[in-house]
């Protein structure tokens, strides 16, 4: 085995490991875990900051710097990662997406090794609002310029305050209930369908059988190294740009 599979089988004893066929790479599932992790420490270093005695919220700001930079990276990751992470192969065509809509609603839907095109749908909308508010929170402005963005500069006093808004109500008002019913919708699928959507992020494979997506998925050999270059690019694209415009990384020392 490669280091993108995760030994299902060798923790199954009596289970082959042509019983399985692999669909998410080794990238793609540290990505998504990591992810959740750096969502739920912005949520904890913004609620909790003054018990964290963190009164200008240099952790909540450096936490959004790493998930832009990781939703950048997974961008990159849809264009030149493996076929099974890449949105041409799972974002969903508007016939597609309702065909499916309709099979689910008669019983019949196929299944797919990677995505379907509602879970499909779902993971589009919450990295496009991941990423929306990240970028955001560059150039909002809390209390005072001590808690503020590194790209607070480039707005007006009300478009700060603008920028502020749109990132505390997407965050509260949208995303959170996007996860909810993303969690609740794999939940279902394990426990009534099941469909082993969690632990498929968890080992990279599913029990081989017949999917309407098989064809077009696959994992590549070099994943990890091709990632490692493309989260370099990503952290430069990130802090360089940054950097570059002048943005006041000094207000937001760690220590």
Known sequence: MSETDASDATARPGVRDSDFVRVWDAPTRIFHWLLVILVVLAWATYEYSEALRDPVLKWHRWTGLLILTLLVWRLLWGLFGSPSA??????????????????????????????????????????????????????????????????????????????????????EEVTLWLI???????LAYALWRREPLIWAMFTGRKPAGDYADAHTLGVISNSMLRAGILLAISAVIVFGGIWALGGKFLQMRLW
């Open 86 to 171: 890449r949105f041409s192969n799972f974002i969903p065509a508007p016939n597609e997406l309702a065909s499916y809509a309709s099979s689910v609603r008669q019983g019949r839907e196929p299944k797919y090794l990677g995505h379907n095109p509602l879970g499909a749908l779902m993971i589009v909308a919450l990295l496009v609002l991941l990423l929306t508010q990240a970028t955001l929170g560059l150039f909002t402005v809390e209390h005072n310029d001590l808690t503020a963005g590194p790209l607070y500069l480039f707005l007006s006093e009300e478009g700060r305050k603008t920028a502020t808004s749109w990132h505390r109500y997407l965050f």
């Open 180 to 186: 909810g019913i993303h969690i609740l919708a794999n």
